[in-house]
């Protein structure tokens, strides 16, 4: 019987470690967004993280002629990268991010964490 229960309870240890890992560690996509970065902030009540949004711009078909805005809301993995949005917003960039299943609270507050600048350009199309 002692046998049995340490098996399970190292069967269940692996089970949570893989729902752990893959939840919050397992990049789920990758990819890289574009529009007019609205904010970057520092905010935070324990784990002070970067946050930012940036703004999207689309095409609605279904009303001729009207614009729609799209948010893009993220979290920056890099105080470099951070301090380098924050004295560039209202321009065009071009961000490259990780998708996550799950955010935890030292990473940010949002799912999808940008790692690096691909480009930022001055005038907004």
Same mark, same amino acid.
């Given at each position: 019987?002692?046998?049995? /229960? ?9 089970? /949570? ?76 960039? /071009? ?31």
């Amino acid at each position: 019987m002692k046998k049995f /229960l340490r098996i399970a309870a190292l069967l269940v240890a692996a089970a /949570l470690l893989v729902f752990i890992l893959i939840r919050y560690f397992f990049v789920f996509g990758e990819g890289v967004k574009a529009g007019e970065l609205n904010y970057v902030v520092k905010k935070g009540y324990i784990f002070k993280t970067y946050e930012g949004k940036l703004i999207q711009s689309g095409l609605r078909s279904r009303a001729p002629g009207s614009v729609q805005s799209y948010e893009f809301e993220f979290s920056i993995s890099d105080p470099g990268v951070a301090k380098k949005l924050m004295m560039n917003s209202g321009k065009m960039v /071009l961000l490259h991010y990780k998708e996550y299943v799950g955010a935890l609270p030292w990473r940010g507050y949002s799912n999808f964490v940008v790692d690096s600048i691909v480009s930022i350009t001055d005038e907004a199309k």
